[in-house]
């Protein structure tokens, strides 16, 4: 019954964002008309796989780091995507896949040193290590990005600032292909990942006792989340709270265990970015809003809910 | 004082017959007075009125009061578009620092810079020994405009947005460079330009600044008032704003002809968004009608309006359609 009402919100969120626009498209014009065709269509089928992917890596992330603060931008990818994406607009890079690549490049850079700063330790990848060592590089990237930014002219200033607000009006039948090309891969490690993470969740050395191979799962969550948020900031830009919220709202309906919850974040997340893209392209127009905006906008006060309920509880 | 005396053989206000009449008693009395006239006439003019100790005091863009003891000597100029007009003036001479971005005249790359204007370093433009320092007007340089206040150097912030901003700016710095006539008649000629729009030539455009999220000029913006005087339409003229992301959906209903772009100068290729798919939805992308404008003509108000103006409608007309 639940699997039904997510799927049915699914689909009512792809219809309103194929039917809504700032234009007027008869219904009955929808089947065959350009705008639909060329941008409506591939923007929602995107935005449904971005906010399904930063959904799942939420997910397989907080269960990862045992901390219900974690979601893909925590472990300084965000940061590192923004500085690759706003060196990409300082260094005038010019061919239009420039600036995702860049963005992609940067984001899997700040994972690569995020990951060797975790195992400064020893072998094993420590949770609270990684937060640590995300939130530094995350902050680091941010300054560098600041710095660059403040040094290049103003107007591309202001248009690197936009673009790391996060947004789909890059999206066409490419970039899907291109989010389905690489996407696929690292949402499939971490749904198989669903009965490790349950046992996770009891502790390592419990999960050790159980038959979990703790460390080689640790760190195929960690690269297959990496890769997933990467994939996404490099068509999106950076578009906070789902993966935070999503996650948290969907343990609230489906529980703790995995095998559920992972699909279900997905679902959840695809329909909550479709409809707040919807808003963003809607709500304002002609202008448009960064979709980063709206999901905050949403995703705060639906948050500070859950939080009364868990207080209560 | 001294600016006053200097306008004043110059000053295109007719004396009024009645003080005429004084001024016929005796050549101190007459000095004073015609004086006393064209301090007077300044004061009805932009806001200036007389200083107690002589010199002059103007109000700027944002409601400062700012007193010079005399005409500008050492001026740092923190906007391509000032360091521009300080040029049309003809005292360009006296422009001790300007921006990075001041590349107009070429005489003024001569100038050394003092950085990117937008929020000034202070001590950098200090060191300069300016007795005047010129801001653009916005929130960043407010701070940087009173730290000067603090340091003794007049500092005076200016819209600079529109055509009317650019033609009250030259009024003004006219004035404080002793050279009012020169200001009054380039503020004059500005509103001129501003006043003519080109005959009608059919072409409905859209400047597109950015692509990822589509950025436009709107309404609010002297790139829109260009394109009036070029005898075009803007197809966001609407807006209000001077720039705002839209829709590529919107893009494509307004159905522009022709579509701007800023680029370097001589750069005639295609924006990299031209071969975009997602682009493609749009009737202008798809017929490859752009016209590319060269930033240091067309990226700020100048008083090179009118050419600017002329050159749009030249690149317009040449578009195939």
Redesign the interface.
């Known amino acids: 019954m639940k699997w039904l009402g997510l799927a049915a919100a699914a689909m009512a969120a792809l219809a309103l964002a194929v039917a809504l626009?700032?234009?007027h498209v008869p219904l009955g014009a929808l089947p065959t008309s350009?705008?639909v065709r060329?941008?409506?269509l591939?923007r929602a089928v995107l935005a449904f796989g971005v906010g399904g992917s930063l959904a799942l890596a939420g997910a397989g992330l907080q269960a990862l780091v045992r901390n219900p603060l974690a979601d893909p931008y925590l472990l300084g990818l965000s940061g590192g995507a923004g500085l690759g994406a706003v060196l990409g607009i300082a260094l005038h890079l010019?061919?239009?896949w420039?600036?995702p690549l860049a963005a992609f490049g940067g984001g899997l850079a700040a994972m690569a040193l995020v990951y060797r700063l975790a195992l400064l330790g020893g072998g094993a990848l420590d949770p609270r290590v990684l937060i640590l060592a995300g939130v530094a590089v995350g902050a680091f990237a941010a300054a560098v990005t600041t710095a660059v930014v403040s040094?290049s002219?103003?107007?591309e200033l202001r248009?690197a600032l936009?673009?790391l607000w996060g947004?789909l009006?890059?999206?066409?039948?490419?970039?899907v292909l291109v989010f389905c090309a690489y996407a696929p891969l690292p949402a499939a490690v971490l749904l198989a990942a669903a009965r490790p993470l349950d046992l996770l969740a009891l502790g390592e050395e419990p999960a050790r006792h159980l038959g979990v191979e703790v460390e080689p799962w640790k760190r195929r969550v960690y690269f297959a989340a990496s890769l997933l948020t990467a994939a996404a900031v490099a068509v999106s830009g950076v578009i906070g709270f789902v993966g935070l919220v999503v996650p948290h709202a969907m343990r609230a309906l489906w529980g703790h265990r995995h095998r559920p919850l992972l699909p279900a974040a997905f679902l959840a997340g695809g329909t909550l970015l479709v409809l707040a893209d919807t808003v963003a392209?809607v709500a304002v127009?002609?202008?448009?809003?960064?979709v980063g905006i709206v999901t905050a906008l949403v995703g705060v006060p639906v948050f500070a809910l859950l939080l009364r309920r868990w207080t209560a509880g | 004082m001294a600016l006053a005396r200097r306008a004043r053989p110059r000053s295109p206000i007719s004396v009024p017959s009645g003080v005429g009449v004084l001024v016929m008693r005796g050549s101190a009395q007459r000095t004073h007075l015609a004086v006393l006239v064209a301090t007077l006439a300044l004061a009805c003019r932009a806001g200036s009125r007389p200083a107690p100790g002589g010199g002059l005091r103007v109000v700027d863009d944002a409601g400062r009061t700012v007193a010079l003891a005399g005409p500008a000597r050492r001026i740092v100029s923190l906007s391509p578009a000032i360091t521009e007009l300080v040029f049309a003036l003809g005292a360009g001479e006296r422009l001790v620092g300007r921006t990075t971005?001041c590349d107009y005249p070429p005489a003024a790359r001569a100038v050394p810079s003092v950085g990117?204007g937008?929020n000034p370093s202070v001590e950098a433009v200090a060191a300069r020994r300016p007795d005047l320092v010129v801001l653009y007007r916005s929130t960043l340089d407010a701070a940087a405009a009173r730290a000067f206040e603090r340091l003794g150097i007049p500092a005076i912030v200016l819209r600079q947005d529109r055509l009317a901003d650019l033609a009250r700016a030259a009024a003004l710095l006219g004035r404080l460079t002793g050279r009012a006539r020169a200001g009054d008649s380039l503020a004059a000629a500005l509103a001129a330009v501003g006043a003519r729009p080109g005959p009608p030539l059919g072409v409905r455009l859209a400047f597109v600044?950015?692509?990822?999220?589509?950025?436009v000029i709107g309404g609010g913006s002297y790139l829109d008032e260009l394109a009036a005087l070029a005898g075009a339409t803007n197809v966001?003229h609407d807006?209000p704003a001077a720039s705002?992301?839209?829709?590529?959906?919107?893009l494509?209903?307004?159905d522009p002809d022709v579509i701007a772009v800023l680029g370097d100068s001589g750069a005639a290729e295609l924006p990299?968004?031209a071969?975009?798919?997602?682009w493609?939805?749009i009737r202008a992308v798809r017929a490859r009608r752009f016209v590319v404008l060269p930033g240091s003509l067309f990226g700020r108000p100048s008083p090179r309006a009118a050419l600017a103006a002329a050159e749009l409608r030249r690149l317009l007309a040449a578009v195939p359609r």
């Open positions: 626009g700032p234009t350009d705008i060329t941008l409506r591939p010019a061919s239009p420039a600036l040094l002219e103003p107007a248009n936009l673009w947004g009006s890059g999206a066409s039948w490419d970039t392209r127009a002609p202008r448009e809003l960064p | 971005w990117d937008l600044t950015w692509d990822n999220p589509p950025v966001f807006l705002a992301a839209v829709g590529l959906e919107t494509a209903a307004r990299p968004f071969r975009r798919p997602e493609q939805a």
